[in-house]
Every structure is written in structure tokens, then in C-alpha cells.
């Protein structure tokens, strides 16, 4: 997996999420149909805690991405409703169990379901999640979407556990984290744009050009959030700043600053990585010292040559609404600030 930096280039405005929007509007009102109908259970914790979390925001790029492409491929039936809300459950399903993973007090701005119904709970209802997302792939009918879909959920799964044990070790390489983003966020970006080409009944290079967009598109986007943890603060982010930092996670900003950094700099980034320097004081000083080296924005002009991969992918679909919102998508994934 390629890392080049493509430098990032001045705009006349900032790109926007908007035409993205404009363009599913009305298929995510059916998709949230779809996912509200389908966290109900008759135990009530169930959609309590589901909804604490689905009802809390986000910008539910996944389940667009599949709306997007299957517009991209001129689809014109419904069954890519319930696939991306199944896509959202996935998606769901791995964030109540990342927080409780993390030990996470915030996500978008609010208390997590963790630290509101407790550990136990949040891992059972993300389980209850997953199994509603295959629910709906069964209904669909489409060994290969199924296929796509699960597969995704387990590379996604690997990529968590990857990250897990990369976790304080102050050696992790660029490439291992880029392979480790590539799954548990990528992975999933990917099989919900491949579906899309799927369910329009388009060739299989169609099907890996729609891939490639969200592949590309996901390491962008990840890429960025890790970039906006040293670079933003909580209320933009939605998280407590420097959660990154003091889960000892190395994340690019980090591991380019580690490699450009003196020696007396190189020993500060063990002692924090390794957990014994996480104060708000080290914290500023994490931050300096990522200014310091501009690795922030080397961060974001490697999320820049991803994104501009994904554009490429699907310049071979006709020109139009669809193609022009999910190329702006991709820009909006690399300036975005939230």
C-alpha cells in the first residue's frame, strides 16, 4: 500500500459533504426507516442503548456510500435500503465495542453507552447489532453480498485486534499502520461501495472500481481522524483530545514525529508512548512537538494522495451528480475539520 504524499493544494472554498447529501437524502430516509425498525427488541435496554449511540449523530458515510454508488450505477430497485442500513449496524456494532475496548468517556460529543449502561451491556447489544446486520444480508438473498459483508466484518475484527497489539509499541512502521487502518476502517468503506455495484448487476471491474473508491476513500478519512486528535479540540471532534495519546496508540502524526525528532524527543515519545508520560502538561508537549515537525499536515497530504486514488477509481463511470458528490466526498474527507 502506497504512501506518497501528493501536497495539498489551495482551494477557493473548502469541498463539502453537501452534494453527498443532496444526492442520498432521500434513500437514508429509508435506510433510517430501516434501522430504526430493526434495534427494536422486546428487551428494552436493546434499543436504548442502540439508540443512545445511532441517535447521537455522525455523518453516516458508510450507508451514503452505498446509496452513492448504486445512484453511480443508475440502480433504480430498493434492496440497497436494507444492505446499508446493515452497513450502519456493522459499523455500529464495532464502535460500541471499540469504546469499551478504549475505555472511551465521549464519542460525538456525548457520553459513551459504555460509561451510560455499563461495559457488559454495550458489548451485548453491539453482538445484537451484528446479528441484525446478517439478518439483513439473508434477507437480500445475494450469497455475494453476504460474502462481501462478512468478510469485511472480519478483516475489520483483525484489524482491531492488529491495533490492539501494536498498541505502546513505539516501533510500529508506517506500513503496519497503514495495514492496520486499511482493515478496521477501510475494510468496511470499501464493501459498502463494492455492494452497491453488486445489487446493479454491474461487471466485476465495476465492482472493484466502486472498491477501490471506498478503500482509498477510508484510509483518507482515517488518515485525517487521526491527524484531527492533535490538531483539534473536543468540541470539533467530538472526543476528549489526545485519547490517542494516552491509549498509547501510534497513529501517523506520531510515528512521523518519532522518526524526525532529535534523540531527547525520541525519549519522550517512548516514555508517553509507553504510558508513563500522559498528563495534560505531556500532552502540550505531544503537541508541540507534532507541530514542531508539521506532521499534522504531512498527515493530511498522505490522506490527500488516497483520496485522489479514490477520485481516480471511478473516472470511468459517466460524468453527472453522483460521480461529481462522491469525488467532492473524497476532497471533503482530507480539509474536513470535524
Known amino acids: ?22 444526492l442520498t437524502a432521500d434513500g437514508m430516509n429509508a435506510v433510517n426507516s430501516v434501522i430504526l425498525d430493526r434495534m427494536q427488541s422486546r428487551i428494552p435496554l436493546i ?16 450507508p451514503m456510500l452505498t446509496l452513492a454508488g448504486a445512484a453511480l450505477c443508475g440502480y433504480q430497485g430498493s434492496r440497497h435500503y436494507k444492505l446499508a442500513a446493515a452497513v450502519e449496524f456493522i459499523h455500529t456494532a464495532t464502535l460500541l465495542h471499540d469504546d469499551v475496548v478504549d475505555g472511551s468517556e465521549l464519542r460525538r460529543g456525548k457520553a459513551t453507552a459504555n460509561m451510560v449502561f455499563g461495559n457488559p451491556a454495550t458489548v451485548l447489544v453491539g453482538d445484537f447489532l451484528f446479528t441484525r446486520s446478517f439478518e439483513l444480508m439473508v434477507e437480500d438473498g445475494s450469497l455475494k453480498v453476504l460474502k462481501i459483508l ?8 483483525e484489524g482491531e485486534v492488529d ?4 498498541q505502546r509499541q513505539i516501533e510500529t512502521s508506517e506500513e503496519r499502520y497503514l495495514s492496520i487502518i486499511g482493515a478496521k476502517t477501510a475494510a468496511l468503506f470499501a464493501a459498502a461501495t463494492r ?27 482515517q488518515l485525517v481522524d487521526d491527524a484531527m486528535d492533535y490538531d483539534s479540540d473536543s468540541g470539533e471532534m467530538g472526543k476528549g483530545k489526545g485519547d490517542d495519546f494516552r491509549e498509547g496508540k501510534m497513529t501517523l502524526p ?13 525519549e519522550f515519545w517512548r516514555a508517553a508512548i509507553g504510558g508513563h508520560r500522559t498528563s495534560d502538561a505531556d500532552l502540550a508537549h505531544a503537541v508541540e512537538l507534532i507541530g514542531r515537525h508539521d ?28 460521480r461529481s458528490a462522491m469525488a467532492e466526498a473524497a476532497e471533503f474527507a482530507v480539509y474536513r475539520r470535524f
Open 163 to 166: 491495533q490492539l497489539t501494536a
Open 1 to 22: 500500500m502506497s504512501a506518497n504524499v501528493i501536497p495539498l493544494r489551495p482551494r477557493a472554498e473548502e469541498p463539502s459533504l453537501q452534494p453527498m447529501l443532496a
Open 254 to 266: 506520531v510515528i512521523l514525529a518519532y522518526a524526525r525528532g532529535t534523540e531527547e524527543e525520541r
Open 195 to 221: 455492494i452497491a455495484a453488486v445489487v446493479a448487476e454491474k461487471s466485476e471491474a465495476e465492482e472493484r472500481a466502486l472498491e477501490d473508491y471506498g478503500r482509498n476513500l477510508g484510509i483518507a478519512f
Open 295 to 322: 506532521t499534522v499536515n504531512a498527515t493530511r497530504e498522505r490522506a490527500r494522495h488516497f483520496a485522489q486514488r479514490a477520485i481516480d477509481a471511478i473516472a470511468g463511470f459517466p460524468a453527472g451528480a453522483a
Open 150 to 157: 462478512s468478510n469485511a466484518s472480519s478483516v475489520i475484527s
Open 47 to 62: 434499543p436504548a442503548l442502540a439508540g443512545h449511540l445511532i441517535a447521537g449523530g455522525g455523518k453516516r458515510m458508510r
